[in-house]
């Protein structure tokens, strides 16, 4: 079967990647599982870190309808649609935000909507679905209340995915994910991008800023348990999801302050006493609106995983950067 | 002041300039009640049955950006966006639902975006935002949960005006309106029409089908009372719509055997009689899908209009065909 992953050369589509080449194997249209025979990494200067030769990096944008046609072309099995312009760009930049975020995964959609087998298509939203006035804890029937226009882009995708699967043009999987954490390597323009910060930069020896409160509530999930979702997710069958293909994930709430904690505890004092606290309202002003306490029950039901602690989290970090 | 109505020379876009000329102004741009100077009907094959001076059909279509920016120009004050491909056609064609529905309102907004004073949108969303597993009674706080084309497109378009208003593009107002009865001439392709159609043909001596359960209920307001609510939703200061520009309308909930019951009532045996009952399993798979019971308090508390009961909304049928 033949993958094709937008966003192919980012954090996650890299990570997918490679966890999907050591499996070797997913469901395929047919609802069998069938060998893996090419991962098609596509994004804007792809690079593929592998040396396999079932993967093939393809330069394209999402934005270009042409580019997502050429590359599903009539016999991709299934999309993994991750390529998005992050919240802090997407509320900084509005129209490149629509762009990417809107008209990307319109583009992606209309491209998977020409085939005519209804592939899976796994689209990746966020904890930026919900804002505004909130209950105290999120379930799985909280209306989506965007209050940046990252949420709200991300929104409309759920809704077209939804109304695509409901027509039987795609067989869609939304998954919304909590803040990813520890991203690796440079800062990106995520307003949530300190969770990750404030435990890779420490670890290189340099200063990192907290810009919330210690009280501040995050919702966080590994990469790790990201990608083994969004396999999860892609796998189950059709049934599993019903009309409703939307799904929050379960994240771990922890606060900055226990953050920095676990941080003091896996990694000692000299790591955590590299962070230091100063308030940024314009990081503060979006991530605000964001819930940190979710009730996902739908996905423990279905069988969906979860991080147990943020220690876990900062250990499988460690080893990633091969610290441990 | 200057005010566009897309879908200007449609059912409801007619009977809104009707009332914008009878009550001569509207509060502009800046808050104050104004002179209406212009009122520009954008329409594909535009007419206006209005001999007024301040009547200006324009010719163009939503699908094209460049229409809609030359008919909005630079000082349109006031925007209500109510062209639209309806339910039942947005159902049967897909690519065209999405290209008037969502493609149209994003040129809307778009072209109303360049504007550097945040005009106010009125859009019109619908009942068709609410399907699925739904409570005995839709709240101001139900998740959208669109189980047709047509609503998804129209909860993307109330996501949309909501974030170009939190950004300060726009000043928008979303009216989610109940199916509007009694729509005068020939049937249209809306999934709804029913509601109209087993009053309309009867008084004009023609046969009707009710292709619905009596039992089924539906939410319906008469068109008096929508247009007086688009209205009030363009007057009322942003203040009290806040960061959810989007409102569930007091609609009234009647069953379809109501509907004919209330038709006996007002216009007696012989109209009543010439509906009959036969069920359409297309017309039931979209209406059936739609909640008919509401609990819209916002609407009451902000003081929107409702209809009293279906007898009214008959009488109001025949005052404006001119039969009482």
């Known amino acids: 079967m033949r993958v094709l992953i937008t966003g192919g050369s980012g954090f996650l589509g890299t990570k997918l990647a490679g966890a999907l080449l050591s499996r070797g194997r997913l469901v395929d249209r047919h609802g ?5 025979q090419e991962i098609v990494l596509f994004d804007t200067s792809p690079e593929s870190p592998f040396d396999d030769a079932r993967v ?4 394209g944008s999402v934005c270009a309808a042409e580019d997502v046609v050429a590359a599903i072309g009539d016999d991709t099995d299934s999309v993994f649609h991750l ?9 900084a930049d509005f129209e490149k935000g629509m762009e990417v975020n809107l008209g990307g995964t319109l583009n992606v959609l209309n491209a998977c909507r020409r085939l005519d087998y209804a592939p899976r298509v796994i689209f990746t939203s966020s904890v930026a679905a919900f804002g505004g006035e909130l209950p105290a804890a999120v379930t799985d029937t909280t209306p989506a209340t965007p209050q940046s226009s990252y949420g709200t882009q991300k929104v409309i995708g759920e809704l077209l995915v939804n109304d695509l699967s409901r027509k039987g043009f795609i067989d869609g999987r939304v998954l919304r994910l909590p803040t990813i954490c520890v991203r690796p390597g440079a800062p990106n323009r995520a307003a949530s991008g ?4 404030i435990v890779r930069e420490p670890l290189n020896g340099e200063p990192a800023v907290c810009p919330v409160a210690p009280e501040r509530l995050m919702w966080v999930m590994s990469p790790r348990t990201a990608i083994a979702n969004l396999i999860y997710a892609h796998d189950l069958p059709a049934a599993a999801w019903g009309y409703q293909r ?18 003091r505890r896996v990694c000692g004092d000299a790591v955590a006493g590299r962070v230091s606290w100063q308030r940024d309202p314009a990081v503060e002003a979006v991530v605000a609106t964001w819930p940190g306490r979710f009730e996902s029950e739908r996905a423990r039901v279905l069988g ?9 989290i900062i250990e499988h970090h460690l080893q990633e950067i091969g610290r441990v």
């Open 32 to 36: 069998a599982l069938a060998e893996i």
């Open 246 to 263: 939307v799904l929050n994930l379960e994240g771990l709430t922890v606060s900055a302050g226990q953050m920095l904690d676990a941080l």
């Open 83 to 91: 390529a998005a312009v992050v919240s802090g760009e997407a509320e």
């Open 304 to 312: 969906f995983q979860r991080d147990p602690d943020f220690e876990t």
């Open 56 to 59: 093939r990096p393809v330069n």
């Open 194 to 197: 300190f969770a990750s910060g």
